[in-house]
């Protein structure tokens, strides 16, 4: 079973509507992110949590939210979406004791319509 | 973190040797070099980060210049499913932040 999984893999969605993408993990690890990827753009941060206490906002958390239910769960939700939110969305886990190398999940592809 | 530069593209033929260069002369002292690649549309996968001195695994070596400003991924016998973009990645391992700078990377095609 792979170790950070996402769900859902594909998603259409309308403009106006809240969904949320979820993320779960197996790796043990305390650090969870979420990131956007655009075409041409790389990838973007979104939010990160450092444990489940621990919510920060990365560099283009406008529109978004984040919760972390446990240390093993990471969701983003989408309050209100938006077509500039069709995007590739993943998740990431890392940890102090592995020098901070992030794995990633094999990501959700969100159209907005 | 420092930035770097990769070439945008190159072609490998299978079975071959696979170097791919990397200047980050702007590097840190405690910064290091990760490698991660990316098959299209499926998530990064890590490959290999080092400080200052080579390092291999099961997939790659990483060899990183004595003044630690550029380094080279090695992918030993490039098979077909090699074939993505590759990022080099400089940050300082324990930083707060936790964030990875990922740039355009190199598209690597590898061809029968």
């Known amino acids: 079973d792979a170790d950070v999984t996402q769900t859902p893999r594909n998603r259409i969605t309308k403009t106006g509507k809240r969904i949320m993408l979820e993320c779960s993990q197996t790796?043990?690890?305390?650090?969870m992110y979420w990131y956007r990827q655009d075409p041409g753009l790389g990838l973007r941060l979104i939010y990160y949590?450092?444990?489940?206490?621990?919510?920060n906002k990365g560099e283009i958390s406008d529109g978004y939210s984040v919760s972390r239910q446990a240390q093993a769960k990471f969701s983003l939700s989408l309050e209100s979406a938006i077509p500039n939110q069709t995007a590739l969305y993943f998740c990431a886990t890392s940890d102090y004791d592995t020098q901070e190398t992030q794995y990633f999940g094999p990501g959700t592809r969100l159209l907005v319509l | 973190d420092a930035k770097t530069t990769q070439p945008p593209s190159m072609d490998c033929a299978e079975g071959r040797a696979a170097n791919l260069p990397c200047n980050h002369s702007t590097i840190s002292g405690n910064e290091y070099v990760y490698w991660y690649r990316q098959i299209h549309s499926q998530g990064p996968q890590y490959i290999i980060h080092?400080?200052?001195n080579n390092e291999t695994n099961e997939m790659a070596s990483l060899i990183i210049t004595e003044d630690r400003k550029s380094s080279t991924l090695i992918l030993p016998h490039a098979t077909l499913r090699d074939t993505a973009v590759y990022y080099c990645?400089?940050?300082?391992?324990?930083?707060?932040?936790?964030?990875?700078?990922f740039g355009a990377g190199t598209q690597v095609v590898v061809t029968p």
């Open positions: 080092g400080l200052k």
């Open positions: 949590s450092f444990d489940v206490k621990d919510i």
């Open positions: 990645i400089v940050r300082v391992a324990t930083d707060s932040w936790g964030k990875f700078q």
């Open positions: 790796k043990g690890h305390d650090r």
